[in-house]
Each structure stands twice: as structure tokens, then as C-alpha cells.
């Protein structure tokens, strides 16, 4: 065989063996990483990031509003797909495996939240405050997964259903009682900051109820892409995603169930809007996942035969996710030590930090405007492009390495 011919092999494989993945899926976890990072950049860099709510309708603008509002996609379709992922994973393992993988991954996850990724955020050596939110929220939502598969697939789509559409109904007894629940209760629906003692603090930003529901019902999602021909399943996410913005506008509309708080008319009409739209994240109410999640499905119907050049970039964002994820934090915690040094701080002014703010290099009414926040977003994104292409291949290249199915 020649140059060419063995050039032209290697060019080959990565096709060969990308060829069983579902493009769709890849390019849509690609993009909500991307739109994700830019909300973490936020954090890092504006200057109003830890001074006001970016999705107050009477005090936000429609500029902060929708730069805050788009990265909601973000944790519920990253949720979402990897649950659809454990159901195609279900097609090469067999169900003690699969279980197995997913306990075994999802404590591993939970881990790393406390460790890699809560040092990525905050930067502080000492772990005075640990974060519970993404990473956490699959993790354990993969933990509990693990078990449930083991039942019969009803049954798995009926706890799925159950969970997502009434952990609402928790809102009218934590109305109740104020927010004074005991700690389980936290863990499971309510988010809050935990003082550990010593001066540490757990912040549970990401109860895990609703989550792991959103992923019960992910892995039942996988199901459409298995054992429907392409037609039927066109049909079928048309259809789910129809039907998912239907109810999210008929409930929103009714403002008496699916969300604990209520929208307001205000004073202009796009305020207004700005108010209907202003559903809960912590945790994820009913039409919080059914505006975001139904709008994802909408995206792999409208987007299922997206090729080019962008949508190829972006699928390599989305082929490796949690790499991106972890190399984000990292580099904007970095690039944020170098602003804090440049407008006159030290290191040690640093490291005492803000009193109650786990950013160690932030101080609330310092930063930027949304104009450098997107420039440092799109940066951040770009600079980390060749990365997480070379891990891409090195992941198929390497498809034998068992540990790489944990990254």
C-alpha cells in the first residue's frame, strides 16, 4: 500500500467509527455546551454577576435577560441526553452490565463534583465551600437509574412521569414550613447552603428529585431511536415536542400549577414576557423542563440531517462533554486570576475571598460588560476547540481503553 492509500485509511477510520453515533444528538449536546460556557463566563467576568437577578423582569434588560434565559437548554438537555445515551448504551451491554456501569459512573461523577470540578469553580486550595450542581445532579441520577432499569420498561416510564410531573406538589409544603426542612429534604427538592463547620459550606444548588426524574424519562426517550424506522420516529419527536411547548404555554398561562412562581403582567409588554418566561432552575420545575427539554426535542426533528462545517465543530463538542466541561472551568478560573491581578488585587486578598461567595477571585460589582463577556465566551469556546478534538480522537481510536467510558 502507498502514501496515499494508507492516508486515506486513516482519514477513514474516524468515519468508519462515528458512523453508529446519532448526529443529532451529538451536535445538540455540542451546542448546549457551548451556550453553557457562556453563562459560566458570566459568572466569571460581569460585573453584575453577583449584584442582581439577570431574570428580574422589572430590573433586568432584554440584552441580560436572554444572555441569562438561552443557557437554561443547557443542565436539562445535558440531563435529558444522557439518559438517552444509557438507553443506547442498553444496546451493546446487557442489563447487569449496563447497571453496573451506570452505579459505578455515577458515584464516580459525584465525586469528581466535590473534588475537580468544585476546585475548577472556585479556585480555593482549602475547599471552604463544595458544590453540588450539574455533575452531582447526573451522577446521582445515574446512581439511581442503575436500579431502575432493571424493571419493566411501563414501569420505568410511569416513575419517570410521576416524578417530573408532580415534585410540584413539594412546593405547597415547603411553602409551609419556610424553607426549614430537614437536610435529606434538600438533597431531594429543596436547594440550600449547608454549613459544615470550620468555616466550610455545602452549597445543594442541584436537588436531584426532578433530575433524575428528567433522566428516567431521557432513557425512556432512547427507546424512539431503536425501535422506530427513521419516519415514525420523525413523527414521534415532532409530536413529543409539540406537545411538551403546548403544555408549557396552556399551564404557564393558567399560572396555578407546575411552577412555585407565579408571572406577573407588568408595566411594558415585553416585561411581561420576561415575566412568563421566568420559570424556576432550582430545582426544575414542570415548566421549566417542558419549555427547555421540549424545545430540544423539537431541535433533533428540525436539526436531524444538520451537516457542514459548524455542525461538524460543533459534534465534536458534543462527543466530548464532560472533557469540555472540566477544561472550561479550569481555563476561565484562570483567565479570571489574571483580571483579578490586572485591575490591582494580590493573590492573598484572593485566597481570603468574599465572605459567603465560593468564587475565591470575584468581587460582587467588579468585572465587565456583557460586551467583553461574550469576546471572553467565544475565546474560552475557540481556544479550547483543538482540545477536545484531539481527545475526540484519541476516544476512537481507543475504544478498547474501559476508562474512557467514565470521562
Known amino acids: 500500500m502507498n502514501f496515499t492509500h494508507m ?12 458512523s453508529n453515533r446519532i448526529q443529532s444528538i451529538d451536535l445538540l449536546r455540542g451546542l448546549v455546551m457551548i451556550i453553557m460556557a457562556l453563562d459560566h463566563t458570566r459568572d466569571f467576568f460581569h460585573a453584575g454577576a453577583f449584584t442582581s437577578d439577570p431574570l428580574d423582569p422589572v430590573t433586568t434588560t432584554p440584552q441580560l435577560y436572554f444572555t441569562r434565559w438561552v443557557t437554561h437548554f443547557c443542565a436539562p438537555s445535558f440531563v435529558f441526553l444522557a439518559g438517552v445515551s444509557a438507553w443506547l448504551q442498553g444496546t451493546r451491554k446487557s442489563k447487569n452490565e449496563l447497571s453496573r456501569f451506570l452505579i459505578s459512573r455515577g458515584l464516580w461523577l459525584i465525586l469528581l463534583e466535590v473534588t475537580v470540578v468544585t476546585f475548577g469553580i472556585t479556585g480555593d486550595i482549602y475547599f471552604n465551600y463544595f458544590i453540588l450542581q450539574t455533575i452531582w445532579s447526573i ?3 445515574m446512581f439511581f437509574l442503575g436500579f431502575v432499569i432493571r ?15 408532580g ?12 424553607g426549614a426542612v430537614p437536610l435529606w429534604w434538600n438533597f431531594l427538592h429543596l436547594p440550600n447552603v449547608i454549613p459544615l463547620g470550620g468555616g466550610r459550606s455545602l452549597g445543594i444548588f442541584y436537588p436531584f428529585l426532578p433530575w433524575t426524574g428528567l433522566m428516567i424519562l431521557g432513557y425512556c426517550f432512547g427507546k424512539i431511536f431503536t425501535h422506530y424506522n427513521s419516519e415514525q420516529r420523525n413523527k414521534v419527536l415532532l409530536l413529543l415536542g409539540i406537545c411538551a411547548m403546548m403544555l408549557f404555554l396552556v399551564l404557564r398561562f393558567i399560572n396555578a400549577y407546575g411552577d412555585p412562581a407565579s ?3 407588568q408595566q411594558r409588554m415585553v416585561r411581561t414576557f420576561f415575566s412568563f418566561m421566568n420559570v424556576q432552575k432550582y430545582p426544575p420545575s414542570l415548566m421549566f423542563m417542558c419549555a427547555t427539554v421540549g424545545s430540544a426535542i423539537l431541535f433533533l426533528y428540525f436539526f436531524r440531517n444538520a451537516t457542514g462545517r459548524w455542525a461538524d465543530m460543533i459534534k465534536v463538542y458534543g462527543r466530548v462533554p464532560f472533557f469540555f466541561y472540566i477544561l472550561h472551568f479550569y481555563l476561565l478560573n484562570f483567565l479570571s486570576v489574571a483580571d483579578y491581578l490586572r485591575r490591582g488585587h494580590s493573590l492573598a486578598e484572593g485566597m481570603e475571598g468574599v465572605p459567603g461567595l465560593p468564587f475565591k ?4 460589582g467588579e468585572g465587565h460588560n456583557l460586551g467583553v463577556v461574550y469576546l471572553v465566551w467565544i475565546g ?10 484531539w481527545y475526540d480522537a484519541y476516544k476512537l481510536r481507543h475504544k478498547e481503553k474501559w476508562w474512557l467510558s467514565y470521562l
Open 7 to 18: 492516508r486515506a485509511a486513516a482519514l477513514a477510520i474516524p468515519t468508519a467509527l462515528k
Open 139 to 141: 451522577g446521582i441520577s
Open 151 to 165: 424493571l419493566p420498561y411501563p414501569v420505568i416510564l410511569s416513575i419517570g412521569l410521576v416524578i417530573v410531573f
Open 167 to 178: 415534585h410540584n406538589l413539594l412546593d405547597y409544603p415547603e411553602r409551609l414550613a419556610q
Open 263 to 265: 408571572w406577573n403582567t
Open 361 to 364: 477571585f470575584a468581587v460582587p
Open 380 to 389: 474560552v469556546v475557540v481556544l479550547l476547540y483543538p482540545l477536545c478534538k
